[in-house]
């Protein structure tokens, strides 16, 4: 059990940015100044972790969520809110700039999918947010490494076992039912797609 709790830690989604901005500088042709990565370092790390997680906790104090796993749909919705701004932010400033276009294209392509979550809400279904999140990255290195004509096994192999084990970890500690794990590695796969093709 505790295994499974580090995992969802881990790979918690609002740790996913960060995970994906330091693979995508590893493994992108363009010649990025280390100054440049650093201060994109900085701000994907402040924005999509340090921001959600200060919201999380004036949403516990104001007794507005019971816990920071956010588990049921009325306490999802406020900040799912806040990170579709914040991608939405995000994405229309990096697709602006050549070199980092496809990391716009990642935050718009994550946005779609957190339209969907929403979406389902009306259907009282809650995906799995970290399935989703894992699964959008893992989709979004296969379409990027296939369209750069570069090798993907050695970033998607990785990617997908760690979806695996993560949407495993989900199931073993009944946070999901399978149908949601199931719908969740879709929705993120799905909604790369999605921007790839319209972006």
Known sequence: MRFHKLISALLHPIVIPTIGLVCFLALTKERIP???????????????????????????????IRNFQVSTISERKIPLFLMLIIFTILGRNLIAIPTFKPLGILFHGTNIALIVVYLLFFFKIKTSLHVISMSSLFM????????????????????????????????????????????????G???????????
């Open 34 to 64: 280390q100054p440049v990565a650093y201060f994109l370092l900085s701000v994907i790390f402040v924005t999509t972790y340090l921001v959600p997680l200060l919201f999380l906790f004036i949403l516990k104090r104001l007794k507005l």
């Open 140 to 187: 979004f290195f296969l379409m990027y490494c296939t369209l750069q004509g570069m090798n993907a096994i050695p970033v998607i192999i990785p990617l997908l076992l760690l979806t695996g084990l993560l949407a495993s970890s989900r199931l073993c500690l009944k946070a999901h039912t399978p149908k949601e794990v199931y719908i969740a590695f879709f929705v």
């Open 189 to 199: 796969i799905g909604s790369q797609c999605i921007a790839f093709a319209f972006l």
